[in-house]
């Protein structure tokens, strides 16, 4: 055996090793390796961003991913107009309802501020922000319908980021009144919503129902505990504002 080659064999890579050439991003001449340290950087934060933005756009459905607050097209989706305005100024770390009727741009306006927060979060923001954007999700109530949800329901509760939850109410429109499977489907989602609330993490409700409606179908219980300490942003079609009791 040939020592000598053994040697030079098992020698750890380095990119100094490499001769002189180009920075294969940006063809600057540079002295060692294959990327300049400027292009480097960037690429750095190119994924940094692209890996925060690519975590919450996949929990957002496929048809509302062109939504942010510089998009064009939410002016012509949400009414009314200073609704935009209002969920623009939202803290990013609070809990909030967006309440509307159906079409009113209530789901546009949830996936919007979690692009916000996934912005806020980019390479070199404080710790604080990068972890809320890393931990922040979308969640559509339907997806608590069917029997196996409650491993869904454990990592929502448990996201230390901010959750939408998105159509509340809708994960019982094929659940007869009264019948022990809206009973089923309204504990989950009463579950899910407690769990987080007790937790003191903010969570995004969108529904058209406002507080009487929510009590109604899921008890004043879990109504007071959405309704309390949320801002809430009225679209079209929201109830005259009652104050919770």
């Not at 064999?9 to 063809?27: K, Y």
Request: net charge neutral; proline share 5%; with cysteine.
């Amino acid at each position: 055996m040939n020592t000598q080659s053994g040697e030079q064999h098992n020698r750890p890579f380095s990119l100094a090793s490499l001769p002189p050439g180009t920075c294969r991003d940006c063809s600057a001449e540079i002295g060692r390796g294959q990327i300049c340290d400027e292009c480097n950087t960037k690429r750095i934060v190119r994924e940094h961003d692209r890996d925060i933005l690519r975590a919450l756009e996949n929990s957002i459905p496929r048809r509302f991913r062109w939504a942010s607050f510089d998009a064009p097209e939410l002016s012509q989706r949400v009414r009314p107009a200073r609704a935009i305005e209002e969920a623009r100024a939202l803290d990013l770390d609070c809990s909030a309802v967006l309440l509307g009727e159906t079409g009113s741009g209530k789901t546009c306006l949830g996936a919007s501020h979690l692009r916000r927060i996934a912005r806020a979060g980019r390479y070199g923001a404080a710790a604080s922000d990068v972890h809320r954007a890393e931990c922040s999700r979308f969640l559509a109530s339907i997806e608590l319908m069917g029997p196996d949800s409650d491993p869904e329901i454990r990592r929502h509760a448990a996201l230390r980021g901010v959750l939408v939850l998105d159509d509340l109410g809708a994960e019982l429109l094929a659940a007869p009144a009264g019948s022990p499977l809206a009973a089923m489907r309204g504990e989950r989602t009463a579950r899910l919503l407690l769990m987080r609330h007790n937790e003191g993490l903010p969570t995004v409700v969108t529904t058209w129902l406002d507080f009487d409606g929510m009590g109604a179908i899921y008890g004043y219980n879990l109504a007071r505990r959405v309704y309390e300490d949320a801002v809430i942003v009225r679209l079209a079609g929201a109830p005259v504002e009652r104050v919770a009791a």
